[in-house]
Every structure is written in structure tokens, then in C-alpha cells.
């Protein structure tokens, strides 16, 4: 089973700066099938990258993905109010499916 | 518009019993699998069962391996979890979760969520 560590656990900014947020992979995850959700509080995830850097649809282009192999990144060129929530990775590359622990985007 | 409507939550005691169902609508569901999602008080994603879109494949992790079960419906294009067995550890927000791929043998991503569903199993 692959095990997605992501990092850091908390990440504390302001609106309007830059944030990247890590997904690293115990083993390789083949054809970088890898998947970014946001979560917001008391709602359900949403699905914003898949393929390591497609934006799925309605995602603005703030929204960035990148990475391969076992690094993988998400960046939020711009934070805005509505990004301090949480986000978590999730592979597909290997059976069975796993989900990364989560980073909370918070304001500074 | 696609749309999943989780029901069945509630209260229930340990060693005891739950169905819930996940309604479908805006989409092939005879096409998709489908995914249970869980999220406990606090914590993160955990997968708990995983069907096919014609459900010759399903996936379970130890957790909830021989106490949970998936089905679903084509027909009602309705997804079902059947939990038993259960323990103040299954406590959590249940989602139902559509899968991207289409008529595949294989698992993808879950591109389209439902609001979940509350299980509480306490005494």
C-alpha cells in the first residue's frame, strides 16, 4: 500500500501569498495518477486536481499542480479568503486507493 | 447536475446495525463505480468500500473487512453500505463518492461527492 505524507500539517499565511503544499509518496505513483481535494469546514470534499495537474472543472487557474514519482505539489498562487481550509492528496496509481493525512491552510 | 443524496445515519448501539443508501442522479450510474468514504470527528479521509460499476470488484480495508458491505443497484442507480457489527470507532461523516472513470476494471478518482450521512455509535 502506498502511504501519502503530507507536509506541513499546518501552513499559516496571509491572503495574497503563495502557498505550497507537499504530497510525497512511500513508492512511485505510477502515471502521476495523483488527485488534490479541498475540503472545506462542514462540507464535503471537492475534487481540484487529478492527473497530478489537471484542474477539474470550475477550479480557477490560482490552482496549480505539479510532480512526479513520489513528490508531488500543490500550489495556490494567490491565497484567497475562501483557501484557508483543508487539503488533502489521494493516489490511484496502485491498488488499494490512499488518501494523504491533510494539510489545513490557515491565515496567519 | 449530478447528485448524490446519502441516507440511513443515525444513532446506534454498539454491536449493532446500519444500512445506508446513496441516491444518484445527473449521470450514468450503470457506468461508474462508487466509492464510501468516511471522515471521523476531527480526522482525516478513510475509504471504507469500494464497487464497480457493474460490481464485479469490491474493496474493503481491514477495518471494516467482514463487517461492511457494498452493493448497489442499477436499476434504482442506487449505492448501498450495509454495516454491521459496529463500533465506536465507525463514528464518523459518511460520504458517497462518484468515480471518474467510465465502464473501467479499475479505481480512479472521485470526482463528484455527496453531502454524507452521520453514524454514531455510542451507548
Known amino acids: 500500500e502506498i502511504v501519502l505524507t503530507q507536509s506541513p500539517g499546518t501552513l499559516s499565511l496571509s491572503p495574497g501569498e503563495r502557498a505550497t503544499l507537499s504530497c510525497r509518496a512511500s513508492?512511485?505513483?505510477?502515471?502521476?495518477?495523483l488527485a488534490w481535494y479541498q475540503q472545506k469546514p462542514g462540507q464535503a470534499p471537492r475534487l481540484l486536481m487529478y492527473g497530478a495537474s489537471s484542474r477539474a472543472t470550475g477550479i480557477p487557474d490560482r490552482f496549480s499542480g505539479s510532480g512526479s514519482g513520489t513528490d508531488f505539489t500543490l500550489t495556490i498562487s494567490r491565497l484567497e479568503p475562501e483557501d484557508f481550509v483543508v487539503y488533502y492528496c489521494q493516489q490511484y496509481g496502485s491498488s488499494p486507493l490512499t488518501f494523504g493525512g491533510g494539510t489545513k491552510v490557515e491565515i496567519k | 447536475q449530478v447528485h448524490l443524496v446519502e441516507s440511513g445515519g443515525g444513532v446506534v448501539q454498539p454491536g449493532g446495525s446500519l444500512r445506508l443508501s446513496c441516491a444518484a442522479s445527473g449521470f450514468p450510474f450503470r457506468n461508474h463505480a462508487m466509492h464510501w468514504v468516511r471522515q471521523a470527528p476531527g480526522k482525516g479521509l478513510e475509504r471504507v468500500a469500494s464497487i464497480l460499476y457493474d460490481g464485479s470488484n469490491k474493496y474493503y480495508p481491514d477495518s471494516v473487512k467482514g463487517r461492511f458491505s457494498i452493493s448497489r443497484d442499477n436499476s434504482k442507480n442506487t449505492l448501498y453500505l450495509q454495516m454491521n457489527s459496529l463500533r465506536a470507532e465507525d463514528t464518523a461523516v459518511y460520504y458517497c463518492?462518484?468515480?471518474?472513470?467510465?465502464?473501467?476494471?479499475?479505481?480512479?478518482?472521485?470526482?463528484?461527492w455527496g453531502k454524507g450521512t452521520t453514524v454514531t455509535v455510542s451507548s
Open positions: 513508492q512511485s505513483v505510477s502515471s502521476s495518477y
Open positions: 463518492a462518484k468515480d471518474e472513470g467510465r465502464t473501467a476494471d479499475y479505481y480512479y478518482y472521485m470526482d463528484v
